[in-house]
């Protein structure tokens, strides 16, 4: 099964968009999805519902620092190298869904913050919100990206 049907899956089972993404790929992380779902609990709604950073990019970022961090010390060529996959992402991520941040992705006016109490998931909720397919193209994109030598 491929990892975006397994993300897809996931969201529609009421996983947060973050911990969509990220729990698709716990195998590869070598975290058990438990784990990572407490991890990336936080991350969804653009971090903790403010519609920042859309909880799919958040996602993807976690899966990246599992994935492809390679050092076991906060070298600069580690840092940097990883500054740069994540940006590469990001920008994948961006060119197919046209925004990072989640408020504009929802097409939202502009504010600091939201509420905390997420929306009631009904057909209506997947119907009328790009989250199933910012939760598809984020777990292809990371399919792509991600090292087969680290899996």
């Given at each position: 099964m491929k990892k975006a049907d397994i993300a897809e899956k996931l969201?529609?089972?009421?996983?947060?968009?973050?911990?969509a993404v990220a729990c698709a790929f716990a195998?590869?992380?070598g975290i058990d999805e438990k784990t990572l779902f407490k991890l990336s609990s936080a991350f969804g709604g653009g971090m903790g519902r403010l519609r920042e950073v859309c909880g799919c990019v958040s996602g993807m970022f976690i899966v990246a620092g599992m994935t492809e961090?390679?050092?076991d010390s906060p070298s600069k060529e580690a840092k940097d190298n990883q500054y740069a996959f994540v940006q590469k992402l990001a920008a994948e991520f961006k060119n197919k869904c046209g925004s990072i941040i989640c408020r504009e992705l929802l097409a939202l006016p502009p504010k600091t913050s939201d509420s905390p109490v997420?929306?009631?998931?009904?057909?209506?909720?997947y119907h009328k919100?790009?989250?199933s397919q910012c939760v598809r193209i984020a777990?292809?994109?990371l399919e792509r990206s991600i090292s087969k030598e680290n899996v």
């Open positions: 969201f529609h089972d009421g996983y947060n968009c973050a911990q195998d590869e992380c961090y390679h050092g997420s929306e009631e998931r009904t057909k209506e909720y919100r790009p989250c777990a292809e994109i």
